[in-house]
């Protein structure tokens, strides 16, 4: 059998030259449309995918129509006496179209898989747009790029009826294996046909085994990288470097008014905050989140403004949006949003600013590791670490970029009692040595209460009430805001006198030390300020009523009671007042005889005016 083997040649360098392109070019397109948000992104993403789905000979009479002597290139080529028709770039283009698909929805695929929260976090630590992609994008979509590059490559290999209408079948030009086993079987020669057949499959199997074994070889090395781990950091007692990131002779000041509209519920928020640590309290979805994603710069306020230290970070009438990346804004996100494929030092090395030299660098992340009680894991991935470590690197890597603000998107909502425990003690030490703005998101009202000295309550996107905690928790403005603030015991309310009214819900009379106004129409009382008198000393006789217990509900210090006034409860449900008491007590209170006695002390009454039927 003698055989022509020019076929392999061309073949192979084809559709590695193809590949080439197309990996190039697909993921360029894949990375450009990942972000694209303008209209027509259907009918784009229709006409890069259209070749994977068209019959080859489709594509191939488009190409040639295109690069045809008739066509818009191939009279532009004709100009300098160059065609592309029944030649060897004929094959290659040919094969870069119908391969171009694979490779642009692969590497799309594989950004799609990417937490967003990544990208979002590089652009906060000061990261350009190309930093991310090639830092952050690339190597997480890498196992999906290589993937891509496989199919593209088989592809490219196995391509004919565009590349036989393209190019034609040229023997020693372009004539590729798929166009020999066609002749070959057309022409009789079985032999050849299967000789050609047989060799493609062990190219494209031997492509595949490569492959493979570039990616297990590359997670082999980084075990072993990870277990000859030896690295032990040690630096001098210093102060962590944060401290010295803002100029402290300048008050720290932040003062937002922005307005966006959701399908659900608009955001409409006024507020300022200082150095003092910010809580904004809500429910979760009251947009709490949100409000920092708008100071952040990753979402856009329809309108407003945003002003951190004298500079405008957002101002919708003067056009004014400052990218993410020059907010000097330090984020905390609720999953921590550490970079996988990074070490430990190289997550907080990403946060440093640009410029500095490879010592300088190397001494500010040993610094940040001490800080946050890292310093011998350095060299470790975020998968190696539990959750609380993960959360500690994600503080130490916001505050190693200098920030002038820091956001904290309830940190502490994947750890269990323990680790929020001690995190939270290295938090507040943080915070009382950061010299700039603090918010801290958090549906957490005891959490809340430990870190903040002042609190903003959200619900729906409204701002309810803010101010110094005591003050909150003493004099809710609201209903809802006394309710969001753990308030659990609410009652319509009518009023009888100037210091008396009718507590609807609950069948009593109630004394007041607040004045009773017209619009007064509900009250409420938190659940341990109840006052049992018959274990308890009291400092007024008012307000004191015979009440049954109806059910019990304990946790390991505390046992709350429900309770119905006046009269013997029917059943489970059949309850008025939610109280609780410590441990110490229930053992005092629960031998009594019954009816217990209950006091509503008046100090302790809440009044709301135009609750809208909260109740």
């Not at 781990?229 to 210093?238: F, N």
């Not at 870190?451 to 110094?468: E, N, S, T, V």
């Not at 909150?472 to 009518?494: D, L, M, Y």
């Not at 004191?544 to 046992?559: D, G, K, M, N, Y």
Request: glycine share 8%; net charge positive; charged share 20%.
């Amino acid at each position: 059998m003698n055989l022509d083997l020019s076929p392999i040649t061309i073949s192979l360098k084809t559709a590695t030259v193809a590949t080439v392109i197309t990996f190039f070019v697909g993921v360029v397109a894949a990375r450009w449309m990942y972000t694209y948000r303008g209209l027509g992104k259907g009918l784009i993403d229709g006409i890069f995918t259209a070749p994977l789905v068209l019959p080859p000979t489709v594509v191939g009479f488009l190409l040639l129509l295109l690069f045809g002597k008739n066509g818009f290139l191939g009279q532009f080529l004709e100009r300098f006496n160059f065609s592309i028709i029944f030649t060897w770039y004929a094959t290659v283009i040919a094969a870069t179209v119908v391969a171009f698909p694979l490779m642009y929805k692969t590497a799309l695929g594989a950004f799609k898989q990417i937490d967003p929260n990544l990208i979002a976090c590089a652009r906060t630590l000061g990261a350009s747009e190309f930093r991310i992609f090639w830092q952050i994008l690339l190597p997480l979509a890498k196992p999906g790029l290589i993937a891509g590059a496989l199919l593209a490559f088989a592809r490219a290999l196995g391509e004919f009826g565009a590349t036989l209408m393209l190019a034609g079948s040229i023997p020693g030009k372009t004539q590729t294996i798929p166009i020999a086993i066609f002749f070959a079987a057309e022409g009789g020669a079985m032999d050849q046909a299967l000789f050609w057949v047989l060799l493609i499959l062990v190219i494209s199997f031997g492509v595949i085994i490569a492959v493979n074994y570039f990616s297990e070889e590359t997670g082999q090395y980084r075990q072993r990288r990870r277990q000859k781990r030896k690295t032990k950091i040690s630096v001098g007692q210093s102060s962590p470097l944060w401290m010295a990131s803002r100029d402290t002779r300048v008050e720290p000041q932040l003062s937002i008014d922005i307005s966006k509209k959701f399908a659900d519920f608009s955001l409409d928020v006024a507020f300022s905050a200082q150095e003092r640590p910010l809580g904004l309290l809500g429910a979760s979805g009251s947009g709490k989140s949100m409000t920092l994603r708008c100071i952040a710069g990753l979402e856009k306020p329809d309108r407003g403004r945003i002003i951190l230290n004298g500079r405008t970070l957002y101002d919708s009438d003067r056009q004014i949006a400052l990218p993410g990346r020059e907010r000097r804004v330090g984020f905390v996100f609720q999953n921590y949003a550490l970079f996988p494929h990074l070490t430990v030092s190289q997550n907080i090395a990403f946060g440093l600013p640009r410029g500095l030299s490879a010592l300088r660098v190397k001494q500010e992340v040993e610094g940040h590791l001490l800080a946050i009680g890292l310093g011998e894991m350095g060299d470790r991935y975020p998968g190696e670490l539990s959750g609380g470590q993960q959360q500690r690197v994600a503080i130490g890597r916001a505050l190693a970029s200098r920030p002038e603000i820091l956001l904290l998107d309830e940190p502490f909502s994947a750890l269990d009692t323990y680790l929020r425990d001690r995190l939270e003690k290295l938090l507040r030490l943080s915070l009382a040595q950061f010299s700039g703005v603090t918010l801290f998101v958090t549906h957490n009202l005891e959490e809340a209460y430990r870190i903040c000295p002042d609190l903003l309550i959200i619900d729906r996107g409204r701002i309810l009430d803010q101010g110094p905690k005591d003050h909150i928790f003493e004099h809710p403005a609201t209903a809802r805001a006394a309710q969001i603030t753990g308030c659990k015991n609410f009652s319509g309310a009518v009023a009888l006198s100037g210091q008396k009214l009718q507590a609807t819900h609950w069948g009593c009379v109630l004394e007041t030390i607040e004045p009773i106004t017209d619009d007064t129409d509900c009250v409420g009382i938190r659940a341990h300020q109840f006052i049992f008198p018959d274990v308890e000393e009291i400092t007024s006789a008012v307000n004191i009523f015979p009440c049954w217990l109806t059910a019990t509900s304990e946790t390991q210090h505390r046992v709350t009671l429900y309770l119905k006034l006046n009269k013997a409860s029917h059943g489970l449900g059949d309850y008025h007042l939610q109280a609780e008491v410590f441990k110490e007590k229930w053992l005092k209170l629960k031998d009594h005889p019954r009816p217990w006695r209950v006091q509503l002390h008046p100090l302790r009454l809440m009044l709301f005016q135009n609750s809208d039927g909260f109740h």
